[in-house]
């Protein structure tokens, strides 16, 4: 199993690298480059000051040299300094992710703890009611703008209703509340965002572990099971729901680039202090070292969500970690 | 039962049975010429203001009501549907281009060639689409002409997936080793005799490219970086949705429903289509 991991874990390397070398290339596109964006904001830079930039940001260097300035210090970790603020970018970043990530842990936790149960459901009773209503709620889930739903859903429970609260993570009286109450309140303000993100996970991913499930009912191995004088409730949980559930965990480490990427759209509409949300106000206001530097943790945190998905794929399925162990 | 006939002949037969999938051709149909006659169907000028007529709600004059400069929401939302197909066809158009192109070299060259391109499709498919798309967005300006490119330019991964697992196959028949022996060069064997047997599942992917290149547009243009205002599209209407959330919930409820009919329109379709197009499905009857 150690060796699958290690094996994985190198197998990644080149992803990195082809990662930082699009990051580095989409940002250096720009007509200009990063300095006149700095330079522009204030009319009287001279020439000299932006001479000056460019050797303070080595942009004076054949773009390669540049290239791999810029991959060393990712190395440690030194994402560079913010334009906008002057603060270290990895800390602005730091400062920021566990938010996003409470919010993408939460959503993926949801979107498995409804859509399997709804999939195998509606498997097991092919073509009932159940059924029906699922394939409606899928092309339904697949084709709703999640931004237009949470406009609708912030209409509707924060101003019609009001009991959900529609922005940011915490009330402004957070900090005189007791610690649970606290939590509460914290809880409050993350169930629309979370709801909403998994939304379009919960369509996929009933769908596909219902064509999964389907798959493996037909197999010989559970007609072998039935024929035995198993149960049925036994059959379906030990011998189908297991093989049923293995592909859909890769699928939903693939939905990850999904959720991060929605963190723009969501964490902007609830106004949520994360990733996404800096990231949007970087993309605006040009802050070219925190876009790069958002970019490849992005990626990478993508990466690490395959991985662990392969890896719990590892751990179901005795014949991968075998392979992978010669 | 299966009588003879071209392939095309023969999922239209079976893609014309399936009543939602002919429901969401229809709808589109419907949508492309309100689009096209945008000029002749349009109650007024989706760019008219009104001061006097400021977020007014649906009544007989203004069938959606106004927005906050008191112009039609119907006008811009027949104007803004010109966006939304623009952007579907456009976007799809460059992804699919750049998907064949890579998936047919990957699967054709195999080797070295294969590795490299499918690395590539991997570090690709590592990023967040929104975040590379709102990362070339704020180095260039947000426009309609941008949107579309980069949407195309970061959608083309699945093509290329799928075209590369047709040649890997393809490329193995007899028909292509004759070809091959009757002195068929690279690029006539790939594009004449292997990749028509290879689109069908293009055609399927791209239909439901359509309705996520929508989703995107509508989306980015929601956040302020597609169309730009003053010109209409169905994201930038709910922009003025949002920012009146308390007061006109006209101009958050319409543009959001002809997004998801349009949008739900082509996956009908694309369903409609992976079903017809898929020989291995027609045993079994019915759906």
């Known amino acids: 199993m150690l060796s699958y991991i290690a094996k994985r874990l190198l197998l990644m390397i080149p992803l990195v690298i082809g990662i930082t070398l699009i990051t580095f290339i989409v940002v250096h596109l720009a007509p200009g480059g990063p300095v006149e964006v700095e330079t522009e904001m204030s009319m009287k830079a001279s020439a000299q000051a932006r001479e000056n930039l460019k050797k303070l ?16 210090r990712l190395l440690t970790f030194d994402f560079g300094t913010s334009f906008v603020d002057g603060r270290p970018v990895s800390g602005k970043i730091a400062e920021r992710i566990p938010v996003t990530l409470e919010i993408n842990v939460l959503s993926l936790a949801l979107i498995f703890a409804l859509a399997v149960p709804i999939g195998v459901l509606a498997a097991t009773r092919q073509y009932s009611l159940f059924d029906k209503l699922t394939t409606v709620f899928v092309f339904l889930g697949f084709s ?44 409050k303000h993350l169930v629309l965002p979370v709801a909403l993100s998994a939304f379009g996970g919960i369509a996929g991913l009933s769908r596909y572990s219902r064509s999964s ?6 197999q010989d191995y559970i007609r072998t099971a039935r024929a035995k004088g198993l149960q049925e409730s036994t059959v379906l949980t030990r011998h ?13 480490g693939l939905s990850v680039p999904g959720l991060i990427g929605g963190a723009v759209i969501f964490e902007t509409i609830f106004a949520i202090p994360g990733m996404g949300q800096l990231f949007y106000a970087s993309a605006m206001s040009r802050d070219y070292p925190t876009i790069m530097g958002i970019l490849v943790i992005g990626a990478v945190l993508t990466l ?21 162990d010669t | 039962m299966i009588t003879a006939g071209t392939l095309s002949g023969l999922a239209w037969k079976r893609f014309s049975r399936n009543r939602l999938a002919v429901f969401g051709l229809m709808t589109i149909a419907l949508l492309a010429l309100i689009a096209l006659l945008a000029p002749v169907v349009s109650p007024s000028d989706p760019t008219a ?43 799809v158009g460059i992804a699919i281009s750049i998907g064949v192109l890579i998936g047919a070299a990957a699967g054709f060259y195999g080797g070295r060639v294969d590795s490299v391109l499918m690395r590539f499709v991997d570090v690709m498919l590592a990023f967040p689409t929104l975040f590379l798309i709102l990362a070339v967005i704020a180095i260039l300006e947000p426009s309609i002409s941008t949107i579309m490119i980069i949407i195309g330019l970061t959608g083309w991964m699945n093509v290329a997936r799928l075209v590369r697992a047709e040649f890997l196959t393809l490329k193995e028949r007899d028909f292509i080793a004759a070809a091959r022996a009757a002195g068929a060069a690279d690029v006539r064997l790939i594009f004449r005799h292997i990749l028509p047997n290879a689109l069908a599942p293009v055609f399927v992917s791209a239909t439901f490219g359509i309705a996520g290149a929508i989703l995107t547009e509508s989306g980015l243009s929601f956040l302020g970086l597609g169309v ?41 379709v694309g369903e409609g289509l992976r079903d017809a197009l898929d020989p291995r499905l ?6």
């Open chain 1, 57 to 72: 940001y080595g942009l004076d260097k054949p773009l390669h040299e540049q290239y791999f300035a810029w991959l060393k």
């Open chain 1, 144 to 187: 709703t703008p999640t931004f237009w739903l949470a406009l609708l859903c912030m209409i509707l429970f924060g101003v019609t209703l009001g009991i959900l609260p529609i922005s940011g993570i915490r009330s402004i009286d957070a900090a005189e509340m007791g610690s649970v109450e606290r939590l509460f309140d914290h809880l």
């Open chain 2, 282 to 287: 027609w045993q079994d009857g019915k759906r």
């Open chain 1, 213 to 218: 499930m389907l798959e493996v009912i037909r």
């Open chain 2, 49 to 91: 203001i009104n001061v006097y007529k400021v977020l007014s709600p649906p009544s007989s004059t203004h069938l959606f009501g106004t927005d906050e400069l008191g112009r039609d929401v119907l006008a811009r939302m027949i104007w803004g549907s010109r966006i939304s197909l623009k952007v579907g066809f456009v976007a």
């Open chain 1, 240 to 252: 189908a729901l297991r093989n049923a559930l293995m592909p859909v965990v890769t699928i939903l």
């Open chain 2, 228 to 268: 730009q205002p003053p010109d209409p599209s169905w994201g930038n209407i709910l922009t003025a949705g949002k920012d009146n959330i308390t007061v006109a919930w006209w101009l958050s409820v319409f543009p959001g429903i002809a997004i998801l009919i349009t949008v739900l329109s082509y996956n009908l």
């Open chain 1, 304 to 324: 690490v969500g395959n991985l662990l998905a392969d890896i719990s794929y590892a751990l179901v399925d005795p014949r991968i970690r075998v392979k992978g």
